[in-house]
């Protein structure tokens, strides 16, 4: 795929399935960089050819190459549409290989899964749909700032009506499921998810090493809970590792089972290294694509293990219409499976697709800092057609563009619209949001601004683990001693955990903390309360 970094630049075709309900690793209280949501968010009818943005600008530059990364250019128009996608895999995956002293692949870094483990306080609706906030800061370089699209949904109430779940567990008995940490986690994530469903929901469980199995039809919990732990602990690993078969039996399973007005999801518990049968994600999924459009069963992908398929899985939990995460240890497993899976199953908004607006007369580049593979048309932002990202109660999304400002230039720097379609009704909607130059003014770095430095962290630590150049990126080091000001403060295990992979990142590239890099830690104090999830 062709990577845009210059700003806005538009894409050669269009980014078709993308994610579901997200699970997100932890948040933190958003206290703004200046303002928050500019211009307020406001609901407006959805019609198509209906203007998104300010008339496109003359002219244009050349792209780079594939896997080239340069300095942002001039935009060749200042739009840039995205599917919602709240993949976290890539940061959990990159904090295993870290902490087992190596360096992440570079290939298997993508900077919005770093941003979005991270889950800031964005304003909810009260309704289905989504909640826009807009802030930003300077960097202080060269007039760059970061501006921050964040967009979050109505959180689940777990004692409240919500759909039945009806789950399709995939789970890998590989013999390279043997090793600790792979197939014993599985069986531990299983057990304590049984737990937590209700009765109303209904398991199945299919099993697969050279064959597939199915261990369990589609069953209702209700007071076969017993049954359904017996069938997981008495799961054991075998020989080679087709996914292929796994994951049609999976569908298959799936289908037989679908539950009308239910959220139907097939999970894949797995490593992902298929070493039999098909081993190319799209040839996996063309038989059941035209199964799972219509029965709309989207793919949830749990990653496990040292050793780990990471772009494998994100193909499959992407022509699958889903996403991925990874769990390294029961502590994350406990997150995935208990607080925030059983939460989640309820959708909010479906094909969920953002398109942000530059305004050229304050605005000379930008660049969307990652999101390279969930790229939709410009033209394509109103085709409901056109896959988008199906998100979950409780969810936020966030997008995070380094800007660079004309000189001296006042008003809109963006306008941020999220189009999806109502989870019952598929009705359209949109909802908009827009920051201006006046929120720009404060320093990223600078006292108060916690949520948008903990972002900023996370979008430039990946940036450097995979080799790219964001302007005003700091040392590792300092990046690091601005986590653990913020985990000071704010007391978080997750952000000491980011903290400590940044510093495990600088000493294996060999780097030094660099004292004469500007800008310590702010002394800017969070919201009051627990601002983690």
Not at 190 to 195: E, H, N, R, Y
Request: net charge negative; proline share 5%.
């Amino acid at each position: 795929m062709e990577r845009r970094e210059t700003g806005g630049a538009r894409p050669r075709g269009t980014r078709l399935p993308a994610v579901i309900a997200g699970l997100l690793a932890a948040g933190i209280a958003l206290t703004g960089c200046g303002a928050s949501g500019d211009g307020g968010s406001a609901d407006r009818s959805a019609k198509e050819g209906r203007p998104t943005a300010p008339a496109l600008p003359d002219g244009g530059t050349a792209h780079p190459e594939e896997g080239e990364r340069r300095s942002p250019s001039p935009a060749p128009d200042y739009l840039s549409t995205f599917a919602l996608d709240v993949d976290t895999a890539s940061y959990g995956y990159a904090r295993r290989a870290l902490a087992e002293g190596r360096l992440p692949d570079p290939a298997t870094v993508r900077p919005e899964e770093f941003v979005n483990s991270f889950r800031p306080d964005y304003e909810r609706p009260a309704d289905d749909g989504f909640g826009v906030t807009l802030d930003g800061a300077r960097t202080g370089r060269d007039g760059w700032s970061l501006v921050r699209v964040g967009l979050a949904t109505r959180g689940a109430d777990r004692s409240g009506e919500r759909p039945p779940a009806a789950l399709t567990f995939v789970v890998d008995v590989s013999g390279s499921m043997d090793e600790p940490g792979r197939l014993d986690l599985v069986k531990e994530s299983l057990a304590l998810l049984v737990g937590e469903l209700r009765d109303d929901d209904s398991i199945a469980l299919v099993t697969f090493s050279s064959e597939a199995e199915t261990r369990l039809p589609m069953t209702r919990v209700g007071e076969a809970r017993n049954r359904i732990r017996d069938v997981v602990d008495s799961l054991a690993t075998a020989a080679s590792t087709n996914v292929e078969a796994g994951v049609r039996t999976g569908y298959d399973v799936a289908v037989e089972g679908h539950r009308e007005g239910a959220t139907n999801r097939v999970v894949l518990l797995s490593d992902a290294l298929a070493n039999t049968g098909s081993t190319e994600a799209e040839t996996i999924l063309a038989r059941i694509e035209e199964e799972r459009r219509e029965y709309g069963i989207t793919l949830f992908g749990v990653g496990v293990g040292s050793e780990f398929g990471d772009a494998f899985m994100e193909k499959l939990a992407d022509k699958g219409d889903g996403q991925t995460t990874y769990v390294s240890d029961a502590a994350q497993a406990r997150k995935v499976f208990v607080d925030q899976l059983p939460a989640h199953v309820e959708l909010r908004a479906r094909d969920a697709r953002a398109q942000v607006a530059f305004d050229r007369r304050t605005v000379e580049q930008f660049r969307l800092i990652g999101y390279e593979n969930r790229e939709v048309a410009d033209e394509d932002f109103r085709n409901d057609r056109v896959d988008g990202g199906e998100i979950g109660a409780g969810h936020t999304v966030t997008a995070l563009y380094a800007v660079r400002t004309r000189p001296g230039a006042t008003g809109t720097v963006a306008t941020a619209t999220v189009r999806w379609l109502d989870p019952a009704t598929r009705a359209p909607r949109e909802r908009s949001g827009t920051v201006a130059t006046g929120a720009l003014t404060a320093d990223v770095w600078g006292g108060g601004h916690d949520s948008l430095q903990l972002t900023a962290i996370a979008a430039y630590f990946a940036d450097v683990l995979r080799g790219g150049s964001l302007p005003g990126t700091p040392a590792l080091g300092t990046l690091a001693r601005h986590a653990d000001a913020i985990a000071e403060r704010s007391g978080s295990a997750v952000v000491r955990e980011l903290a400590e992979s940044v510093r495990r990142a600088e000493s294996l590239r060999g780097l030094a903390p660099d004292p004469s890099e500007p800008g310590g830690p702010g002394e800017g104090e969070l919201r009051s309360g627990d601002p983690y999830s």
